[in-house]
């Protein structure tokens, strides 16, 4: 194990580009996502992505993207892969710091069942909209004006295991909804227990209703220990930027910086890389799922691409020796697919650190979460899958 003063010298800042997948993974037939590839197709659909700090790390070298060259001096990089089940959020980040799930939690592709809606109903003492498979925007499109006359949660799901609930801010105060949704999640029948409960509060006039900066996930607890746990065990300050603590459902987490969105969320990194004298900051940039991806917005991804590069530029300038820096994804959000959902794919690696030596790896994406234990501890977990690549 490191001595205090080595875990005093060094940090580790992992930055999770929601739905940036770098390809199908083998039983991507399953989950109706063969062929996906969301990196690369958004990289064609554009004409060609602009990233030129990313390519230099060596994203160009992990797969063929337009636009973006194979790296002459590449960081650490390759691809990862997921040892469990399914493409969401949750299962992505919990297997960066090493918890894999044995059976994906329920989906609902027909809607929820009675038992479902009446614990809803119970719990909030309202009525019930929707009721299925919905892109996110379009729901509060199709059902806010009627929410706001009549009181009723618009609830929907997608491919993935979430139930989300939306109501205007007007009708619902988000604090109300947050209430409902935390009953929800605490009196849901065991076989319904979705992996994460959202609040969607939403905001303005009919046919120009806007989704607020308020979501909240209500996750799951992970069932296994993680490498954010291990880390904990032994003295090591873990933050989290966005949605990541929410997704862990606060276990492992020692301080929650909301970032509700990329331009938060960059800024709370930077601000961390700045401060921070030592320990892990997690991240999540959300915008690439949230906001374009789940809505095949071409445009919108690869500027928020370029957004993120010139970000991770200056953090570069502000890291030093001691220093780990990860870029990777959840899972992908294919622009090219039919549907709008989360695509089963690969996650990119890009890991700048002292001794990198341009080196490939490919592995599971706990590799991640035990080379921040080794970096910052001097540890590795044998109880936890992955292995280090510092």
């Not at 379009?138 to 295991?161: F, M, P, R």
């Not at 301080?255 to 320990?279: C, F």
């Not at 990119?348 to 234990?373: E, Q, T």
């Amino acid at each position: 194990m490191a001595s205090g003063g080595e875990q005093q010298r060094k940090r580790a800042f992992v930055v999770v580009l929601d739905a940036c997948g770098a390809g199908a993974l083998p039983d991507a037939a399953q989950y109706g996502d063969a062929g996906t590839n969301t990196l690369a197709h958004l990289s064609r659909l554009c004409g060609g992505l602009e990233l030129p700090t990313l390519a230099a790390l060596g994203l160009g070298s992990i797969l063929e993207l337009a636009g973006v060259a194979p790296s002459a001096h590449p960081v650490l990089h390759g691809r990862l892969h997921a040892l469990g089940p399914g493409k969401d959020s949750t299962a992505g980040h919990w297997e960066l710091m090493g918890v894999v799930m044995t059976v994906a939690p329920p989906t609902y592709p027909e809607g929820f069942p009675t038992q479902v809606l009446d614990t809803i109903r119970s719990v909030s003492g309202r009525g019930v909209l929707c009721n299925r498979p919905y892109n996110g925007i379009g729901a509060i499109e199709d059902y806010g004006a009627q929410q706001l006359h009549s009181g009723e949660l618009i609830v929907y799901t997608s491919q993935d295991s979430v139930l989300q609930i939306a109501a205007h801010v007007d009708v619902i105060a988000p604090e109300q909804l947050y209430e409902i949704c935390v009953r929800v999640r605490g009196e849901l029948p065991a076989q319904h227990a979705v992996g994460r409960v959202i609040a969607r509060p939403f905001d303005g006039v009919e046919a120009h209703f806007e989704r607020t900066e308020g979501r909240r996930d209500y996750s799951l607890k992970p069932p296994s220990q993680s490498y954010l746990q291990q880390l904990q065990a032994r003295g090591v300050a873990v933050h989290s930027v966005g949605k990541v603590g929410q997704l862990f459902a606060g276990v492992g987490i020692d301080v929650m910086h909301p970032g509700a969105t990329n331009a938060r969320a960059l800024d709370e990194t930077t601000e961390l890389i700045r401060s921070q004298p030592h320990g892990l900051v997690f991240t999540n940039l959300v915008d690439t799922d949230q906001v374009y991806g789940h809505r095949h917005d071409v445009e919108g991804f690869a500027a928020a691409l370029k957004e993120i590069d010139a970000r991770v530029g200056l953090w570069l300038g502000l890291l030093g020796p001691g220093d780990l820096l990860v870029l990777t994804a959840d899972h992908g959000c294919d622009p090219s697919s039919p549907r709008t959902d989360h695509t089963r794919e690969h996650a990119p690696l890009l890991a700048s650190f002292a001794g990198h030596g341009s080196r490939r790896h490919d592995g599971p994406m706990a590799d991640v979460g035990a080379s921040v234990l080794k970096w910052l501890a001097g540890a590795e977990a044998a109880e936890l899958p992955g292995a280090p690549f510092v």
